[in-house]
C-alpha cells in the first residue's frame, strides 16, 4: 500500500529564507506527483505536476523535483514571503491509471516577517 | 473555484439522519473525487468517478455512497450519519494535461460538516 509521507510537520523561517519541503512515498511506482497548497479554511490549489517522464518542473519561485527510484520529492521555495505562510501537500498517482491520488498529511509553513 | 462548486459549505445535523453533499463542475471533465480531510491524516479518498454511472471505492468508503447521474453533478450520500464523519469534504475534478495524460487535480471549496 502507497504511503506518503511529508517532514517536518511544521516548519518557521526567517523572511527571505530558501527552503526546501520534502515528501517520501514508498512505492516508487507512481504515475505523477502533484504539489498543493493549502491556506487556513480553504480548499487546495495546485501548485506544481511532474508527469512521470518529468525530474523536475518550476513555477516562479517554485521548483519541485523527483526522484523515482529513491522515492522522494522536494519542493524548493526560494526567497520566501510572509504570504507564502500556508500548508503544502504533496500526492501521488499510481501507475494502475486510475489517478487515484494519495495524499501526504502535510507540511505547515510560517514564514516570519 | 475553476469551475467547481460544492453545497451546502456548512452544515450541521443528527446523529442518524441522512446527508447528502453536492459537488457541481462546468468543465465536463471525466474524473471525480470525494475525499475527506481530518487533522493528522489528511486528506483521504471516499470514493471517485471515472464517467456517468462508473464509480469506485476509495481508501475510507464505508458509510458513504455516491452517485453520478450526469456529468457535471456528483453527489456525496451519508445514509446514516455519525459523529466520525464529521470532517470537512473536498470535491475534485480531474483534468489531463500534457502528452502522457497526467490528471490534473482541482479541488473545491470544500463542506464542513458536523454531526452532533
Known amino acids: 500500500k502507497q504511503e506518503v509521507t511529508q517532514i517536518p510537520a511544521a516548519l518557521s523561517v526567517p523572511e527571505g529564507e530558501n527552503l526546501v519541503l520534502n515528501c517520501s512515498f514508498t512505492?516508487?511506482?507512481?504515475?505523477?506527483l502533484q504539489w498543493f497548497r493549502q491556506d487556513p479554511g480553504k480548499g487546495l490549489t495546485s501548485l506544481l505536476l511532474?508527469?512521470?517522464?518529468?525530474r523536475e518542473q518550476t513555477s516562479g519561485r517554485l521548483n519541485a523535483s523527483l526522484d523515482k527510484s529513491s522515492g522522494r520529492s522536494t519542493l524548493y521555495i526560494a526567497a520566501s514571503q510572509p504570504g507564502d505562510s500556508a500548508t503544502y501537500l504533496c500526492a501521488v498517482s499510481p501507475t494502475s491509471g486510475t489517478y487515484k491520488y494519495i495524499f501526504g498529511t502535510g507540511t505547515r509553513l510560517k514564514v516570519l516577517a | 473555484d475553476a469551475g467547481i462548486t460544492q453545497s451546502p459549505r456548512h452544515k450541521v445535523t443528527e446523529t442518524g439522519t441522512p446527508v447528502t453533499l453536492r459537488c457541481h463542475q462546468t468543465e465536463n471533465h471525466r474524473y471525480m473525487y470525494w475525499y475527506r480531510q481530518d487533522p493528522g491524516h489528511g486528506l483521504r479518498l471516499i470514493h471517485y468517478?471515472?464517467?456517468?454511472?462508473?464509480?469506485d471505492k476509495g481508501e475510507v468508503s464505508d458509510g458513504y455512497s455516491v452517485s453520478r447521474s450526469k456529468t457535471e453533478d456528483f453527489l456525496l450520500t451519508l445514509e446514516s450519519a455519525t459523529s466520525s464523519q464529521t470532517s470537512v469534504y473536498f470535491c475534485?475534478?480531474?483534468?489531463?494535461?500534457?502528452?502522457?495524460?497526467?490528471?490534473?487535480?482541482?479541488f473545491g471549496a470544500g463542506s464542513r460538516l458536523t454531526v452532533l
Open positions: 475534485a475534478i480531474g483534468s489531463t494535461t500534457g502528452a502522457s495524460g497526467a490528471n490534473v487535480l482541482t
Open positions: 512505492d516508487s511506482a507512481i504515475y505523477n
Open positions: 468517478s471515472y464517467g456517468v454511472k462508473d464509480t
Open positions: 511532474i508527469q512521470s517522464s518529468q
